[in-house]
């Protein structure tokens, strides 16, 4: 079967697609079939035009247009059309209902509706629109544009393929003329962001003893949080870490990730104005992929929090596919997707929504019993790798094309 993705994927910095494109590619191709991803490398224009093979996957930076805002959503969205028809696929797997993916859908679908193409056409929603509205950046008109596009998109696709739970039943309700067609298709692991980077050579210097040197954790008990900080409020961290430190002031905290309105640098005045000073909590920025295993090897626990939220409720959290696929203990809010990841008190520790007493108390818990550590964490990578790898997710998507 040939099959074109296409979608603002987006390019991280060495030229590696989104998390959940690349991945389903190329074990489709594994699967022996043919896989060609469409990317307008809006975010590096310097990429445009450029084309490379990955792992047998076929991934093409279109051209992109002279930079004159209508006329080049206009020529962008022609010439992804173009370079999919040319390739005369059996479907074409369009990634997110809005932007760019959502005009190609738009005008294929008219396409297919006048007799001219007979492709096949899904889409990928790996969030809800309406609740990313509250926090983008986008102005009133592009947030009326996107909403308009995703219920649009939903509705005309033949069928959708929905990264959580949530997005499944909120797909489903926007199909009420459809019968069926909207499959479950989570987040999996992948390994090329999760591989061996014992040696050096490969993690760019770190090791676990590094990290804890470079970040003067010593022989703490540390806990690692990872993310983007858009997922709770900043005063949970704050409060987290004053309970913890009352139980075990020896504690430290390693925060990996930036936010995206530098919110790390807001948490930071926040836990020095609490009094959690520099030594007990130490961030270290953004890191490339290959770093972060020294990172989560160097943790004693992790912890995932998740505020009670439209957008939580729906996401899909490929961080905390990472954190336990690399074995380290979890204590997450029990929001969402996170529910599916984990099983409580076997592959982690699930918490009532936003209840930090309870976290607290959790945390503490796993920080004073290795034995329980050890035991989540196995588990934890164990069911990661061989109930969410993508080899298996992609039958799902195997039976959405036929």
């Known amino acids: 079967m040939k099959i074109v993705f296409i979608g603002p994927f987006g390019l991280q910095p060495k030229g590696t697609m989104s998390a959940r494109a690349l991945p389903l590619a190329k074990a489709l191709v594994d699967k022996g079939h043919t896989v060609t991803v469409l990317i307008p490398p809006w975010d590096d224009s310097g990429r445009s035009g450029q084309t490379w093979e990955e792992d047998g996957v076929q991934v093409v930076n279109v051209v992109l247009p002279p930079g004159v805002p209508l006329l080049f959503y206009i020529l962008l969205t022609r010439t992804l059309i173009a370079r999919a028809l040319a390739l005369q696929p059996d479907a074409i797997h369009l990634f997110k209902p ?15 509706r006048l007799g001219a193409i007979s492709v096949r056409l899904v889409v990928d929603s790996d969030d809800w629109e309406q609740a990313w509205n509250e926090i983008s950046p986008y102005s009133a008109a592009q947030k009326k544009l996107f909403t308009w596009q995703e219920r649009w998109g939903l509705r005309r696709a033949d069928v959708v393929t929905a990264a959580s739970r949530a997005l499944e039943k909120l797909a489903t309700a926007h199909r009420p003329d459809k019968q069926s067609g909207v499959f479950y298709l989570p987040n999996g692991f992948s390994e090329d962001r999760s591989p061996n980077f014992s040696l050096e050579t490969q993690s760019g210097g770190l090791t676990p003893q590094t990290v804890r040197e470079k970040w003067d954790l010593g022989q703490a008990p540390t806990i690692l949080l990872y993310s983007r900080f858009v997922e709770f409020r900043l005063e949970r961290i704050v409060t987290l870490a004053q309970r913890v430190a009352k139980h075990l002031p020896e504690t430290r905290w390693l925060i990996v990730g930036r936010g995206l309105q530098g919110e790390e640098t807001k948490l930071a005045a926040q836990l020095a104005e609490a009094g959690l000073d520099k030594e007990r ?54 929001v969402g997707q996170n529910c599916e990841y984990i099983e409580h008190n076997v592959s982690g520790i699930l918490i009532p929504a936003e209840d930090d007493d309870a976290f607290a108390e959790a945390v503490v818990d796993l920080l004073q019993s290795p034995d329980k550590r050890h035991k989540l964490g196995q588990t934890a990578a164990h069911r990661i790798r061989q109930d969410f790898n993508w080899s298996n997710l992609s039958q799902v998507v195997e039976r959405a094309y036929r």
Request: charged residues 15%; contains cysteine; negative net charge.
């Open 281 to 334: 909590v130490h961030f270290t920025g953004w890191l490339p992929v290959e770093q972060l295993p020294a990172c989560f090897e160097a943790a004693d626990a992790a912890i995932f929090p998740y505020d009670d939220t439209l957008i939580n409720r729906t996401k899909c959290s490929v961080k905390l596919i990472d954190l336990l696929a690399a074995g380290l203990p979890v204590v997450a809010d029990a």
């Open 98 to 112: 809005k932007a760019y993916a959502g005009l190609a859908h738009l005008v294929l679908w008219w396409l297919r």
